[in-house]
């Protein structure tokens, strides 16, 4: 999986505009997203497969890899 299609894999579940991503790694063959929305921050997995729920902080995120 590319950053790119971890991107379009993420939008297709939160298309909204005001949803930004602030922030992308690869972490193995996964990706962590920190987003953007009108609360606050999440983070989350997406994988080839799939789009987590999201996780409050980043290492919430890492530790459910």
């Known amino acids: 999986m590319t950053p790119e299609e971890a991107r379009k894999m993420f939008k297709r579940i939160y298309p909204e505009t005001f ?10 063959e996964r ?4 987003a953007t929305f ?3 921050n999440y983070w989350f997995v997406v994988d080839n497969c799939s789009v987590s ?3 409050d902080s ?5 530790r459910n890899l």
Do not use: F, T
């Open 19 to 28: 949803i930004k991503i602030a922030r992308l790694e690869q972490v193995e």
């Open 53 to 55: 729920n999201s996780y």
């Open 58 to 62: 980043y290492s919430d995120a890492r």
């Open 31 to 34: 990706y962590i997203i920190q």
């Open 38 to 40: 009108p609360d606050g």
